[in-house]
């Protein structure tokens, strides 16, 4: 192997965000918002879709409404119209491709992850009801923006993934509100991030993390304007080495996408060469 293989980032443990990331929620939100409303010849583009995602449910909703003045609707009334027409549609959301093998690959080689979601605990359990094949791999080690006990800032602010590293994963990362010493510097960097909203890709480079973005196509079209940035590499085909040799593989083009299927140590060595 050459020596381009000592010069990648180790990761020890891998957190998820779920919605638009591991299941395809995000078209289930704009049909139930687009269906509320519509009653008043109103519709959500993508524009304003794009400051929604991430966000905890009501800091999302205060966004969308934003643009509507002139609509007579509290958050609480949208909401419980919003949620009627969710609630019909969560057992219908597919994963999105790649997940499952993603996810049994890192099962496999008993890789640490965890789910660290802005999703309300109950629109969670509703959503992967009937994915557990996938989100049973990872034996309740969830942390949702509405889990009052962590007491959590949403995203962009890094606290969701510093509790759920804390918490389930017994890393010391050290607390949202502390300053970090070397130690949680150095356990942060350990931890690798996929996202696909841009406020979850900044949470996630806030905390110190690596971050891999997926973003929505229809994201990337609109431009962001954001100091933080995922994390890029020199090279078309890079791996990210896990602590006991399993990997993963992403490409760049030009933002990072990943791209993932097991590989043998013979195809690996012959990537890196």
């Known amino acids: 192997m050459s020596s381009l293989s000592s010069s990648l980032k180790k990761v020890e443990y891998v957190l998820f965000d779920m919605d638009g990331l591991m299941i395809d929620s995000e078209r289930i939100y704009t049909i139930a918002t687009n269906e509320v409303l519509g009653k008043y010849g109103k519709e959500m583009t993508w524009e304003m879709k794009a400051g929604c995602m991430g966000k905890p449910e009501r800091e999302a909703t205060v966004h969308t409404l934003s643009f509507f003045p002139d609509i007579s609707l509290t958050v609480d009334d949208f909401l419980r119209e919003r949620n ?3 609630d019909t549609l969560w057992p219908t959301v597919p994963l999105l491709p790649g997940i499952r093998k993603l996810v049994h690959h890192l099962k496999a080689h008993n890789i640490p992850m965890a789910v660290a979601t802005s999703s309300r605990r109950r629109n969670f359990e509703k959503k992967t009801a009937h994915l557990q ?3 049973g791999c990872f034996e309740g080690k969830v942390v949702c923006g509405d889990d009052q006990q962590y007491k959590m800032k949403g995203k962009p602010s890094p606290d969701i993934f510093l ?3 804390t918490t389930f994963l017994g890393r010391n990362v050290g607390s949202p509100d502390a300053v970090p010493d070397p130690e949680n510097r150095k356990e942060r960097e350990k931890g690798l991030v996929f996202e696909d909203a841009v406020s ?14 997926v973003p929505d196509p229809n994201l990337l079209k609109l431009g962001h304007h954001v ?8 090279l078309l085909w890079k791996i ?13 083009n030009p933002w990072i996408y990943f791209h993932h299927y097991p590989i043998s140590r ?8």
């Open 200 to 213: 979850g890709m900044q949470a996630g480079k806030r905390a110190g993390m690596s971050v891999v973005w």
């Open 227 to 234: 100091d933080e940035v995922p994390d890029k590499f020199s």
């Open 240 to 252: 990210l080495y896990l602590s006991n040799g399993a990997c993963l593989l992403t490409r760049r």
């Open 133 to 135: 094949d996938v989100f």
């Open 84 to 86: 009627r027409v969710q």
């Open 163 to 165: 509790v759920t590293a």
């Open 266 to 273: 013979t195809e690996r060595d012959t990537q890196t060469e």
